[in-house]
């Protein structure tokens, strides 16, 4: 473990010490409190992979007791979801679709938005204006999701959507609650994609430049297409972000689980589920209770493998420049 | 425009195109781009304001000092969750600070680009960052299951909230780390310090304005979330004070979310008023972060 400490820290620093040279110079002193808080380093890092396998464990075993019961077949192929009622449906269809549509909405607000907004802030503003404006719009992000959620069903849907475009929506809709998601999710893209824009070299900008390339082509044929790994990145992360949230659409699209048809129609999620059952008290060990957990575990697979995605361009991207 | 640019190639934006940018069709981008900043930034403003217009006749003081009630909104307080949240958001401070910056430490200062344990670990946070949140309550009710532990107490909301955020208390004292000029750490081996002296003595200490940046917006993250909380069952009508790490809690975001879903006008006014307090909370703590930020930023 102290070599590890010794030869792996500086190296790894930039050199501090030729790599050729063995490491001779080991202290008399063999320094067991520096062992033991090296120790307590590493265990704080594992502390990450304890809470992925405690995830999948406290997921997997409840909903191995659930598809016990229900076969996976109408798990994902059927389409009515009624666990709650006499006549019980296990489909899980009518909330991934539910999920789809306020998640397509969210995007359909956050990519061109935050894109923008990211653009201008990376190749527009003055260090001035971004070093004010780039706060205030990452404060969206900041803003608790309840509070979009009472947004989405106290404003958006009655008084914008209803009352000023006359659109026919009730108390709940994935409308609204998409709209709002995509609001809160404009900083994720924003973010960074500025970071994938500002890190392309300013030599390929002079180039543009140089060959007689206004901003805006230089912006839309050289920058973009340069950060394009890092904007993929962005976008989707954000599609995780919209997947995973839920208190804007346990709040805002309703409580009805089916398969939604239009954006004015209320639906359920994932999430929204969810946060539905968890507030009624179902005993630990039951269907209801696994029903739960097999909801998670799907949403689990879901966002695992958009993040991993996520992960990969990320790690692209920043191999780049 | 060609001039121009050996002379701006130090400042940060390039000015060189500007004049190339009077043709109508770069006008309209340049403005579909600030509109699109402005409409964030107009969205943001439209939301404190109508929450406020909202949530100001019931913002008083018997917001704060009375529980909630199922049958009279108008005398219904936060005060359980505000004292639940604050209680909570400091229990999982305490967990969430001390390991966040230890693994990072390792990740940062000890683990070489080979070890392969820290590159597994490093792919755990990246995705722990981007699992949704309601899942780590299903993880903490599991957790609390297993050892026996009643669900909805301080501790194993805290639990919830410290593991949700220890990914971005990990990324983000990495960076501030990084960002801690490699002479500090030659300069203390040089003189004999071992890496953990160094560590400790040197590079902790310069990276504290960066790791207090990410720490306190985690902790804002952590004070505005509902959804792993609401996992831990019975949490929505709480009438008395935490008292203790086994205590049961509710917490703003979580009062919120059932006063707002109630039908009567008077408790959505009450969870308007509710929101102001907890956006209150947590701007300040936005604000805190930034202005540290911006202060540590310019003065290096």
Redesign the interface.
């Given at each position: 473990m102290s070599t590890t400490m010794q030869s792996a820290g500086p190296s790894r620093q930039g050199g501090l010490r030729p790599s050729s040279a063995p490491v001779t110079l080991r202290s008399a002193n063999p320094r067991y409190g520096e062992k033991v808080l090296l120790g307590f380093l590493m265990l704080a890092a594992a502390v990450s992979i304890l809470t992925t396998v405690g995830i999948v464990l406290s997921l997997i075993f409840p909903a191995i007791a659930f598809f016990r019961e229900v076969s996976i077949g109408e798990f994902l192929t059927s389409t009515s979801w009624t666990p709650r009622f006499a006549d019980k449906n296990y489909g899980v269809l009518p909330l991934i679709t539910g999920t789809a549509w306020t998640t397509a909405i969210a995007l359909a607000v956050a990519i061109p938005l935050g894109l923008g907004a990211a653009i201008y802030l990376s190749e527009y503003a003055t260090p001035r204006v971004r070093k004010i404006f780039k706060p205030v719009l990452e404060l969206l992000a900041g803003v608790p999701s309840v509070v979009y959620g009472l947004f989405a069903v106290a404003f958006v849907g009655p008084v914008i959507l209803k009352g000023w475009f006359g659109i026919g929506v009730g108390t709940y809709s994935v409308l609204a609650a998409g709209l709002v998601l995509g609001i809160m999710i404009i900083p994720t893209v924003a973010s960074l994609a500025e970071d994938a824009m500002t890190a392309v070299p300013r030599s390929l900008r002079e180039a543009s430049y140089g060959l007689g390339s206004n901003r805006m082509r230089t912006v839309l044929r050289v920058v973009f297409p340069a950060a394009i790994s890092g904007i993929a990145a962005s976008i989707v992360l954000a599609l995780s972000r919209a997947v995973g949230e839920t208190m804007i659409v346990a709040m805002g699209a309703g409580s009805q689980a089916r398969m939604v048809a239009a954006p004015t129609e209320e639906g359920q999620t994932m999430t929204g589920f969810i946060a539905a059952a968890a507030l009624g008290d179902s005993v630990q060990g039951t269907t209801d209770y696994n029903t739960l957990f097999a909801v998670g575990l799907t949403l689990f697979v879901i966002t695992l493998l958009i993040n991993l995605v996520s992960i990969k361009l990320v790690n692209r991207f920043r191999e780049v420049y | 425009?060609?001039t121009t640019?050996a002379e701006s190639?130090s400042t940060?934006?390039?000015q060189?195109?500007?004049h190339?940018?009077r043709?109508s069709?770069?006008l309209v981008?340049?403005g579909?781009?600030?509109?699109?900043?402005a409409?964030?930034?107009f969205?943001?403003g439209?939301?404190l304001v109508?929450?406020f217009i909202?949530g100001s006749g019931r913002l008083d003081l018997m917001l704060f000092v009375n529980y909630t009630s199922q049958l009279f909104p108008g005398k219904a307080g936060a005060r359980a969750a505000i004292l639940g949240s604050l209680m909570v958001i400091v229990v999982t401070a305490l967990l969430a600070v001390?390991?966040?910056v230890?693994?990072a430490?390792?990740?940062e200062?000890?683990?070489?680009?080979e070890?392969r344990?820290?590159r597994?670990?490093e792919?755990?946070?990246?995705?722990?960052a981007?699992?949704?949140?309601?899942?780590?309550?299903?993880?903490a009710?599991?957790?609390a299951?297993t050892v026996g532990l009643p669900r909805n107490t301080v501790l194993v909301g805290a639990i919830a909230l410290a593991?949700l955020i220890?990914?971005v208390i990990?990324v983000s004292t990495r960076e501030a780390l990084r960002a801690v000029p490699?002479e500090i750490?030659?300069g203390s081996?040089a003189l004999g310090a071992?890496?953990?002296?160094t560590l400790?003595r040197q590079t902790l200490p310069a990276a504290i304005p960066g790791i207090a940046t990410g720490t306190i917006?985690a902790l804002?993250?952590a004070?505005?979330?509902?959804?792993p909380l609401?996992?831990l069952?019975?949490l929505?009508f709480v009438t008395y004070d935490p008292n203790g790490l086994l205590s049961g809690f509710t917490t703003m975001?979580i009062q919120?979310?059932d006063w707002?879903?109630r039908s009567q006008i008077a408790f959505?006014e009450l969870?308007?008023a509710a929101?102001m307090v907890?956006?209150v909370l947590?701007?300040a703590m936005?604000a805190v972060a930034?202005i540290i930020r911006?202060k540590f930023t310019t003065s290096r």
């Open positions: - | 425009m060609a640019t190639a940060a934006p390039l060189a195109a500007a190339g940018d043709d069709r770069s981008f340049l579909l781009l600030w509109g699109s900043l409409f964030g930034i969205a943001l439209v939301l109508n929450t909202e001390p390991l966040g230890a693994a430490s390792y990740l200062e000890f683990a070489s680009r070890n344990f820290a597994f670990v792919l755990n946070v990246q995705n722990l981007a699992v949704p949140a309601i899942i780590y309550g299903m993880l009710a599991g957790l299951v593991l220890l990914p990990i490699r750490r030659q081996l071992t890496p953990m002296q400790t917006l804002s993250r004070m505005g979330e509902a959804a609401l996992l069952g019975g929505v975001p919120i979310f707002a879903g959505r969870a308007a929101s907890l956006l947590v701007l936005n930034i911006n």
